[in-house]
């Protein structure tokens, strides 16, 4: 992982990626007990391209293909572990961006989703091992509760916490 | 039983995220080897069916 995050952070140095940090799994470690995950995410801005309104991860892909990695599948393969890029397509996604933790991995620096705002994506996300994360994240004491019904209320997702509040806690 | 395995979870829960990483880094591995050893195991029998229906 650590190989991995110091391309990534390369690959941010030299203009290919603006802001990025881990989410999902990897990132939900960050919080609480490590769980078996086969990939990492990785929410990141693009830059804008010059004459163009589209995003696209071309650009990345063609770096580090440059580089070795190989695709596989909706993964690249960066030093041992299959990544997955999800480019930040909305308010809450960049929200997410601006305010991720800094931390390190073995004297690599990297950024991490906090965790108000890794709860707040599984939850629009909805699946299975989303919701059971959530509960992770309850159980733990891991979440700022007024934090996260700000954020879920700010982007229209408070009526989804109370459905899943009245669910399953 | 319980208490010991909240306690566990406790534990795992505040180690570092360098350590933390490292335990993913070993979880991984050994589900590539459980997997690898699968894959072994279905290519025996797919060779062994193999066997069989050259025999017949």
């Keep these: 992982m650590k190989d991995t995050l110091s391309i990534i952070n390369q690959m941010q140095a030299d203009g290919v990626i603006d802001h990025y940090a881990i989410a999902g799994a990897v990132g939900a470690t960050f919080y609480l007990e490590p769980a078996a995950t086969f990939d990492i995410d990785i929410l990141v801005v693009l830059p804008n391209l010059p004459d163009s309104s589209l995003l696209t991860l071309s650009p990345l892909y063609t770096y580090l293909s440059h580089r070795g990695c190989r695709v596989e599948r909706e993964h690249i393969v960066i030093g041992n572990w299959p990544v997955q890029f999800l480019p930040a397509g909305d308010d809450l996604e960049k929200n997410a961006l601006t305010e991720a933790v800094p931390t390190e991995v073995e004297g690599v620096r990297t950024w991490v989703l906090s965790a108000e705002y890794l709860v707040a994506l599984a939850l629009r996300t909805g699946r299975l091992k989303d919701r059971t994360r959530i509960l992770e994240f309850l159980e733990r004491g891991a979440v700022d509760r007024q934090r996260l019904r700000d954020i879920l209320s700010c982007h229209g997702l408070l009526s989804a916490w109370e459905h899943f509040e009245r669910r399953y806690l | ?56």
Excluded: C, P
């Excluded at chain 2, 010991?4 to 880094?25: C, Q, T």
């Excluded at chain 2, 195991?41 to 069916?49: F, I, L, M, S």
């Design chain 2, 1 to 56: 039983m319980n208490r010991n395995k909240e306690e566990w979870r406790k534990y795992m829960a505040s180690l570092s995220f360098s350590e933390k990483i490292r335990i993913l880094e070993r979880l991984r591995e050994r589900s590539r080897v459980i997997a690898a050893a699968g894959l072994r195991k279905q290519g025996a029998t797919a060779r062994q069916d193999s066997d069989k229906r050259a025999a017949d």
